[in-house]
């Protein structure tokens, strides 16, 4: 049996558990019977709260996708992270430092439901060559490659909710090039961005934090915050010297057991 907290940080949803108290060793098999949104809990990432690795670090955290391989980061659970170790009352309501497969994760609480995260900020990285020409075949020109703790393609175009983003992402990933790349469209409308992102190993989701930060990177004003919304609601984000600080929601949708195997 499982205890677990269902979370979600701007629609984006997770199961996490903690394996402070007592440590729970999953399968991909047992990963992927969880995440089933008809046979099981359902969910875009699966979490797990560690003790550290690295003495400057106050925790460890481990993503899963839906479909059992393991995330480099998720921005969004990291806020959601914030929120579970603060109310369970595991750590003290204070900024935490996380360690993840990918880059350490600075989380603060603001007073709300919300939480900040301050991560280094994301860096535009070249498509190889051969990708770039599939990129022009598939009529994509105008895009960015950007590492924001894991790899996003951000593509600008005027169609963010009409565009048949499954249809693209799934063409794309037949490249080993793309497997392990996250997806992502977006728009610009005034001081905001509208976006829409398919997950590498989860499919498309409400929000993606660090698709958020991706493409606000090269968005963003040195002095003006900038809105990222998305199906699942808005994030803000500003950048404070070499970091990118992002503030949104972090909320409880329930809690359980799991009886299964």
Not at 133 to 155: P, R, S, T, V
Not at 170 to 179: A, I, T
Not at 195 to 215: I, W, Y
Request: glycine share 8%.
């Amino acid at each position: 049996m499982l205890k677990f907290k269902k979370m979600h940080g701007n629609g984006n949803d997770f199961i996490i558990l903690e394996n402070l108290t007592k440590v729970h060793a999953l399968s991909k098999s047992q990963i992927i019977k969880m995440g089933d949104r008809k046979k099981g809990l359902g969910f875009d990432q699966l979490i797990t709260i560690n003790p550290p690795t690295n003495s400057d670090h106050d925790f460890y955290v481990k993503f899963f996708n839906s479909d059992g391989s393991e995330a480099d980061m998720c921005i969004n659970g990291a806020r959601s992270v914030g929120a579970f170790l603060w109310e369970s009352k595991l750590a003290p309501k204070k900024s935490l430092l996380l360690g993840t497969k990918s880059k350490p994760v600075l989380i603060a609480p603001t007073g709300s439901k919300k939480v900040k995260v301050i991560i280094d900020y994301p860096l535009q990285e070249e498509v190889p060559k051969a990708e770039a020409q599939f990129l022009d075949k598939c009529g994509l020109k105008k895009y960015k490659f950007i590492n924001a703790g894991n790899e996003h393609l951000i593509i600008e175009t005027a169609k963010v909710f009409s565009f048949d983003l499954d249809g693209l992402s799934s063409k794309l990933r037949q490249r080993k090039f793309f497997r392990g790349v996250n997806i992502s469209l977006f728009s610009k409308h005034s001081k905001n961005l509208e976006l829409r992102t398919n997950e590498a190993g989860a499919g498309e989701t409400l929000s993606c934090g660090s698709a958020s930060a991706a493409t606000a990177s090269f968005n963003i004003n040195d002095k003006l915050p900038v809105k990222i919304i998305s199906a699942g609601g808005e994030l803000s984000l500003r950048k404070i010297n070499d970091k990118l600080e992002m503030t949104g929601p972090a909320e409880f949708i329930c809690e359980g057991i799991w009886l299964k195997n």
